[in-house]
């Protein structure tokens, strides 16, 4: 069984940046298509980036171009959602989702194409 676990949210001022992480100890995510969701108060989740394991790209919401950055850590075995800029409106819970793949880029947004996902952490972007 995979559990993902997100860490790294907390309350920031507008304009300053968090570094989301996410890792588990069941499996090897190196072999995994990732996705990162948020979901705002009172909205629904929404996709935010994603590595596709098909073609091995990185992809981004338009609203967080820019001014997110997906990485990962295959040695600590571990993504990493690095967010700058950060605005009022990127508050939310963030979640990790693991696919066991292949994860086409165009199937990112869609919540049922992951089988794993993290218990979410959450973000707060105020002044």
């Known amino acids: 069984q995979v559990q993902l676990v997100e860490s790294g949210g907390g309350l920031v001022e507008p304009g300053r940046s968090l570094r989301l992480s996410c890792t588990t100890s069941?499996?090897?995510?190196?072999?995994?298509?990732i996705g990162w969701f948020r979901q705002a108060p009172g909205k629904e989740r929404e996709w935010v980036s994603c590595?596709?394991?098909?073609?091995?790209?990185?992809y981004y919401a338009d609203s967080v171009q820019d001014r997110f950055t997906f990485s990962r850590d295959n040695a600590k075995n571990t993504v990493y959602l690095q967010m700058n800029s950060l605005k009022s409106e990127d508050t939310g819970v963030y979640y990790c989702a693991a696919d066991k793949g292949p994860l086409d880029y165009t199937d990112c947004p869609q919540e049922d194409e992951y089988d794993f996902w993290g218990q979410g952490t959450q973000v707060t972007v105020s002044s």
């Open positions: 069941g499996a090897r995510l190196a072999y995994f298509g």
């Open positions: 590595f596709s394991s098909r073609d091995g790209g990185v």
